[in-house]
């Protein structure tokens, strides 16, 4: 069955401190990763897709077949970015759709 | 343009009690998604409506829960009888294609007493 593990509840860094979030997936075919991020008090948004290939906000996702990983960095974290994001995986089969993990809360610290 | 709509935001009720949720996705999209979301966990994909017809419901737990699409615009979510750990945020997002980019709904808070 697909899963998605995000091993980090929190992580807290310092303004312009660089920042790892840590997503690993499990999953038999190709599948098509995602990051989603919920601000305080707003809607949880997509943050970016592995297709698009581009960065938003600054930041930049590569997926890794290999470890079957799609960790999201930031080189230099601003306030800002403090929310709750979460990776998600997305299958091809019945039963198989989108799967998100449980979250990482990063604290930006000024 | 606007955006998902959810009603009601807060719903407290007993257990052995019904609640419906209703959801209004953005104009045009053609695919629905419920999702549950426990406190502390990422969102859990219940059904996925594409039009009318339901893609994947292998997550709903059909005893209890019942959903449905009429007319491929709103959709509704119900819980018949609710227990303790349905205790959740439910949420809504909508997509213009499967696999499009999924715009979510500000969710609806369920309390289970």
């Known amino acids: 069955a697909q899963r998605v593990t995000q091993p980090e509840k929190l992580l807290s860094v310092f303004k312009g401190a660089p920042v790892e979030l840590k997503c690993n997936y499990s999953y038999s075919g190709s599948p098509e990763l995602f990051w989603y991020v919920q601000y305080s008090r707003q809607r949880l948004q997509l943050l970016l897709r592995?297709?698009s290939r581009e960065s938003i906000k600054g930041f930049t996702a590569d997926l890794n077949k290999g470890e079957t990983s799609f960790h999201l960095k930031k080189p230099f974290a601003q306030e800002e970015d403090s929310a709750m994001y979460y990776c998600a995986l997305s299958g091809h089969d019945y039963g198989q759709n989108f799967v998100f993990g449980p979250g990482t809360r990063l604290s930006v610290l000024p | 343009e606007a955006g998902v709509a959810q009603s009601p935001r807060y719903k407290i009720i007993e257990k052995r009690q019904s609640v419906a949720f209703w959801c209004n996705p953005i104009?045009?999209?053609?695919?629905l998604y419920w999702y549950q979301q426990i406190l502390g966990q990422g969102p859990k994909l219940l059904i996925q409506f594409q039009n009318n017809g339901v893609v994947d419901d292998s997550q709903l737990p059909k005893d209890r829960f019942s959903a449905e699409r009429l007319k491929g615009v709103d959709s509704t979510l119900k819980i018949q009888p609710a227990k303790l750990e349905d205790s959740a945020v439910y949420l809504c997002?909508?997509?213009?294609?499967?696999?499009?980019?999924?715009?979510f709904g500000p969710g609806t808070r369920l309390t289970v007493l």
């Open positions: 104009s045009g999209h053609a695919t």
């Open positions: 997002a909508s997509s213009e294609w499967e696999r499009g980019e999924q715009f």
């Open positions: 592995h297709i």
